[in-house]
């Protein structure tokens, strides 16, 4: 029976949903001149979602542990939130430039946001796949939002189709587990998974489930959509399912590897070390051959999901906590790299290939900076964000006995420094290409917020205990 | 009166911190920029000055510690402190980056304000390197460096800058990963980033050989020794006179530091059974290297294939000790191998980055570094041919400048370990002076060899009062190393200490 803990624990998700629908409603009514309505209006309405996730009085599952309510969803959702918040602020001066500046961007990326949140809430396996589809298809349809381009509609059909493919597997997969232990429930699925001595059905399902999580998380070799889709849809989306999905894509891992598949673990954990060491590669040689930022941005995400799955193979809470720590940190810096993109964009031009950032430094100094920042960031030099996380991680692999796993991470990162630092050196070394010397254009609340967002990956340097506690006590690690 | 001041704190942060002002005082005022550095890092130097009177010269331990937690849930603590040896490599970065700063005055006119605020921050942390006590804190103080290094190679270097920089930080990047991985194995061994607890953690052979191998590459590659020295003279040609100095002075030190403070204590036993390798590839760098060197059309280049030799005798010096200790039972003589490296660190880095100024005192007028488009120097520039002469001397190991003590004493203690090394080391000093003497030959004396050379001006205040500060220091510690060695005494006592005791598991 539903009762009224279920409801207030499920509170947030209730706000936004209505919040959704009546902002969808609102914009019937907001002439194109005041779209500046819809767009705080969002902003708004995250606000007010992260305030209920923070401060609700909730119980640890509802709905009969259909829905989990625990520090990591929490932690998970916060970063959703504030990541999405800093894409709407990124977003408007782009869409605004293109005539994208429509209410349906905001009422997708939130109902997006709205299926995440449900995603790294799962106890069960129909929440699982309800949360997913409901990020999949909202990101199907923001991809094809440009849709007088050919790139972009290409892009929305290929996520599309091999999108369907995933949910496919992931749901013939769901269906084994379900053959093979008789529940959906994820705690029941783990006991049942810890119980089974010839798991020999359920190990089929656990390999359905590991393919359909490699095609969400883009690691090779399921990496296929992600290029494209990130070079061919506008910046303003490629922003947003570039960072906020790699959180939820991490949640839903936790809650079907650890919380349901846990019994085999090891089965999994040799997938995933596959899977990871093959995204290491196909992600850092990737990138080295792209002249395009957004698709060198795309394979560089290939080798990060490939670090955040060694994070996970190590199956203690500590891994865990990297691998949380891991994906926040990626999708904040991702937010500043694909902001700079749209940031140096203009009217009739995209400003995503590499040559475009040429003298940023001549041009502007500060943001040429804040870039840098971002690069070494991603290329996990210290004292950045990025090398924390890489820490963590290594740490976690280490701790796991894996050494020649962390061993063949640590040469990839060096693959992976000299196409992070082309960029540092066009920004840099190279003059400024003919005809480029214009003025950024950017709105003032963008320059402050990717300023700030920038900043923070530098000035993290204090305070990424924090952070890593919060992760750490999450997963039940106490000091 | 500065005794409770976090002494250690504030010479890390006033120079980075300090880059902000100096960032902000923009691209058109750039005298603004320069005069505010000028003033951070003098200031630096003092508080580096500081340091001693509340330093027990005595005593090994290390001093003016400052312990805070930095990540309590992971055990690592932004730990600071110092001993002799520190001392000694803090007051040559604090001292060589003033001249640095003053050295650029002239021959850096772009973006003079993000020079300046690179040079600022990179000083910050290569103190930081040789203050930190927590491994985790070091290695981010270690990698860190590269990053305004990058810059200043990059942005003010020459013709094939961006080459030589991305080849500089990969290489160096590539050499120090492997020491982290090695570092989170000790982590989970000792329960904690603490370096003395790191020094004290039992390790069985195996894991001692795996460590140590770790090590060496991200130090080997730092020093940098023969076959991973090739960054080197790329790096050293492109880069600005500033970045040169600095990297040969300093940065180069941080290998032969890394070895001391993490090598040799952490890993004694692999270190004594591995040390023939290391020390034929400082023999290596002795000879071969000052071969290479003589070759060298390009002045930059000659000085840096020449700090590679030298540094080999850091490599030699530290490592010749290992063979006397344990196999030869003769700690005093190995205090005295340690100590020559040590001396020849400093003494090097006063040489080099002389010779680097010198080098750039003449690319400033003449736009080329090739030895064949100069030639009688000698004739307009007598100030400069002097003190240039004077640092060759320097750099061929005459007696009576900081060049000899180190080499001698290095050759003492090889001497005592093994004649054949000794005599294959002091090979350098007909090597070292043949490529020195005929440097000076082809470019200071003789007739004057073109027209830009009969042009020349000779030296002006700024730049002789920079080669005249280098000279002095060469000078000082040439005819009186005591105050340097009384320093750095008791510490590599303590060393040899700890690398007599087997840490076998």
Redesign the interface.
Known sequence: MMNLTDLLTLLPESFLTAAICALLLLDLFVKPAQRNITHYCAIAILAVTAWLVFDGNAAPSAFGGMFVHDGVAQILKLSILLVSALVFVYARGYLRDRDLYVGEYYVLCLFAVLGMMFLVSAGNLVMIYLGLELLALSSYALVALQRDSGLSSEAAIKYFVLGALASGMLLYGMSMIYGATGTLDLTKIHAASVASAHPSLLLFGVVFVVVGLGFKFGAAPFHMWLPDVYQGAPTAVTVFIGSAPKLAAFGMAYRLLESGLGGVAPHWQQMLSVLAVASLAVGNIGAIAQSNLKRMLAYSTISHVGFLLLGLINGTPAGYAAAMFYAISYAVTATVAFGMIMLLARAGFEAEEIDDFKGL?QRA?WFAFIMSLTM?SLAG???LFG?YAK?LV??AV??ADQ?WL??VA?VF??VG??YY?RV??VM??DPTAQGESHALHADAPMRWIISLNGLSLFALLAG??TL??WC?RAFG?V? | MFANWPLLSLLIWLPIVGAVPVLLAG?RRPDRARWLSLLITVLTFLVSLAMLPPFDVANAAMQLQENHV?????N?NYHLGVDGISVALILLTTFTTVLVIVGAWGSIDT?VN?YMAAMLVLEGLMIGVFCAMDA?LF??FF??M??PM??LI??WGGAR??YA??KF??YT??GS??M??GL??L??KAGSFELSALQQVGLGAREQAWLFFAFLIAFAVKVPMWPVHTWLPDAHVEAPTGGSVILAAIMLKIGGYGFIRFSLPITPDASQEYAWVVIAMSLIAVVYIGYVALVQEDMKKLIAYSSIAHMGFVTLGIFIALALTRDLNNPLTARLGIQGAMVQMISHGFISGAMFSCVGVLYDRMHTRMIRDYGGVVNTMPRFATLFVFFAMANCGLPGTSGFVGEFWVILAAFAANPWVAAFAAFTLIIGAAYTLWLVKRVIFGEIGNDHVAKLQDLNGRETFVLVAFALAVLLFGLWPKPLSALMDAPIAHLVQQILTSKGA
Do not use: S
């Open positions: 430094n100094p070494f030099v210290p004292p090398f820490f290594l740490k280490v701790d050494l962390a061993v640590a990162a060096i420094i000299y630092l540092i050196k840099y070394f990424w205990g890593y506690g750490a690690i000091q | 691209d930095w990540i309590p849930l992971l690592v973006r993000q985790l290695y981010v990698e860190g590269l990053i990058f810059i990059g942005v800058r961006v920089t991305l930080f990969i990047f590539f990963i492997f982290l991985v989170i194995y982590y989970f």
